[in-house]
């Protein structure tokens, strides 16, 4: 029912900026969560930033202090800012979110979007 809908990848160069959308689908949605997960080549799928619906924040240690996550609660839409990219920030970029339905937790993925950082 829910599709999350991901966008604002890209090549970029090291050092550079990207800012990425995820939007959900449907319109007055509980959202418990929303965050950010990545999965390079050759690695498992890690945490990169979430947020809460109160909007606090947790990052990986990685990312601490480059990016920054934010929602849009009227819009349903989470954005990760990436600045100071770095090559090792090259991946798959998946969107995740926790929604209630009714007093059911479901948790979706978005497609994913590619990050590609060059030296």
């Known amino acids: 029912q829910v599709q999350l809908v991901e966008s604002g990848g890209g090549l970029v160069q090291a050092g550079g900026s990207l800012r990425l959308s995820c939007a959900a689908s449907?319109?007055?949605?509980?959202?418990?969560?929303m965050g950010w997960h990545r999965q390079a080549p050759g690695k498992k799928r890690e945490l990169v930033a979430v947020?809460?619906?109160?909007?606090?924040?947790s990052y990986a240690d990685s990312v601490k202090g480059r990016f920054t996550i934010s929602r849009d609660n009227a819009k349903n839409t989470v954005y990760l800012q990436m600045n100071g990219l770095k090559s090792e920030d090259t991946a798959v970029y998946y969107c995740?979110?926790?929604?209630?339905?009714?007093?059911?937790?479901?948790?979706?993925w978005g497609q994913g979007t590619q990050v590609t950082v060059s030296s």
């Open positions: 449907e319109s007055n949605l509980r959202i418990i969560t």
């Open positions: 995740n979110a926790n929604i209630m339905s009714g007093q059911v937790v479901r948790n979706y």
């Open positions: 947020i809460l619906s109160g909007g606090s924040t």
